[in-house]
């Protein structure tokens, strides 16, 4: 039975172990794709199957049967590490954590796959990309504070060289933008975990045994520790006006980088608000629903209006995860259980949508030399297959019904609508907003006359390395904005656990 193997540590450890025979290959380096694609898809594989075996309903009886199960955490593995200082190895996974731990491991074969043709150093290249999801996942499942600090820090180091060394001309800016901003931010959730550890005086960095003695905590404690976890988690988000570091390494990082970064990386604030903030300190959340509100409107707002005056393509792109990382923050903000799932399906549906921006602004600069769209035009003649997964995931992104971004974004609107009432017309302002720069930019690189300023002549459509993974992610777009309630079903459980100390939401 798949509860006998310690499946998670598994899963966590093949990117490892395919990060170490990468780099390992000395002169084979052209077999480096290789290695990183089998390990990358085994993970894959893996997280598929514990996808399958995950019980939905976490009050029903047979979920109680299941060994380890603890407060809705399946597949649980729990051992002793620093005995003397409470550090403990323990992992689990629940409803609110499975969407992206499986995204996590797709994004990143995917990535692999679509990063086919590089040559460039490919053993560093593929082995940091399989260190960074091994940081990622471990951030997914990590129920230790101390191993949830370690794994959010090794994200860190791989993300850092990949900008640094195959980014742009502007990289060491960026990678160093990129690392001074996510550091210190680091730095503040430390703090607010030591605080915890310390006021909760029970010997352990356990997660599910400091909440339970953090919410006895005074009302002035917890509001300190919440707004240090809120600038913590805010900028890895990111949220306005710690956000100035994205477009930097988005703009300079290389195509996967962008896709990691933007797909899993910016979810790891989010999913830190609501594993660790928000059920956690309640007394600190509630003192602090006007601030999270606040900034998630005027994130929603302001990286709407920038996406308008963009003319990269890429940085379009990047302003526009702002925006609608925004909503995850205003879901969470409503401190109800409609609006938390909101959030939490809005980051799974970000991951897979803005993935298959970032490839496809990717394949433009590889077959134009330029992503500005002045300089673009009339593409769809020379590249019809590009210009229509382009279409596609702009009309995703934008909302449109029938696709995964629209089943997130209603949810989201409707639990604040049911909180606040005619508040709501703030942040419906963006969808306006985000249609009409969508449609600008499609119709001016892809459609119309040729500008003249590109060389057109030898242009070629997409790749099959760069069509797949984007194809991929398209269909799964359909799946689940037609079906949502197949992660809805998985999410809503876990997220009443979560609100059990605001009265079950």
Known sequence: MI?????????????????????????????????ALAFSAAAFILSLLVTYEFVVDPYSASAGEIDGYSNGYQFYESHVWIESLGINY????????????????????????????????????????????????????????????????????????????????????AAIKFFIYTHIASLAMLLAIMAMYFEANIGTFGM???????????????????AAMLFGFGVKLPMVPFHTWLPDAHVEAPTAGSVLLAGLLLKMGGYGLIRVAIPSL?????????????????????????????DDLKKMV?????????????????????????????????GLVTAVLFMMCGVVQHKCGTRLISLLGGLARKMPIAATLIAIG??????????????????????????????????????????????????????????????????????????????VLILLIALFGVFPSLVFSRIGPAVEIALRAFGGG
């Open 3 to 35: 509860e006998d193997i310690p499946i998670l540590s598994l899963i966590i450890l093949l990117p490892f172990v395919g990060a170490l025979a990468s780099l390992m290959l000395g002169r084979r380096e052209h077999l480096a794709k290789w290695v």
């Open 90 to 173: 323990i992992v689990g996974l629940d409803g609110i954590s499975l969407p992206l731990f499986v995204l996590t491991t797709l994004l990143c074969m995917l990535s692999v796959i679509f990063s086919w043709d590089t040559d460039r150093r490919p053993k560093e290249y593929f082995g940091l990309m399989l260190v960074l999801e091994v940081g990622i996942l471990g951030v997914f499942v990590a129920l230790d504070y101390f191993m949830f600090y370690i794994f959010w820090e090794i994200v860190l180091i791989p993300m850092y060289f990949l900008i640094g060394i195959w980014g742009g001309p502007r990289k060491d800016y």
């Open 208 to 226: 599910e045994a400091i909440a339970g003695e953090s919410i006895y905590f005074s009302r002035g404690m917890q509001l300190a520790i919440f």
């Open 282 to 310: 309640p007394s600190g959340a509630e003192d602090m629903v006007p601030v999270m509100a606040v900034i998630a409107v005027a994130s929603i707002l302001y990286g709407a209006i920038l996406c308008l005056a963009q």
């Open 318 to 350: 990047a302003y526009s995860s702002i925006s609608h990382m925004g909503f995850v923050l205003l879901g969470y903000s409503t401190l109800g259980e409609l609006g938390v799932v909101a959030g939490v399906f809005q980051m799974f549906a970000h």
């Open 394 to 471: 702009f009309l995703a992104s934008l909302g449109l019904p029938g696709l995964v971004s629209f089943a997130a974004e209603f949810m989201v609107f409707a639990a604040v609508f049911f909180e606040w009432g005619l508040w709501i017309f703030l942040p419906m302002i963006a969808v306006a907003v985000t249609a009409a720069y969508y449609l600008w930019a499609l119709q001016r690189s892809m459609f119309g006359p040729m500008t003249g300023k590109i060389d057109t002549w030898h242009l070629k459509d997409v790749d099959w390395y760069e069509g797949v993974p984007v194809a």
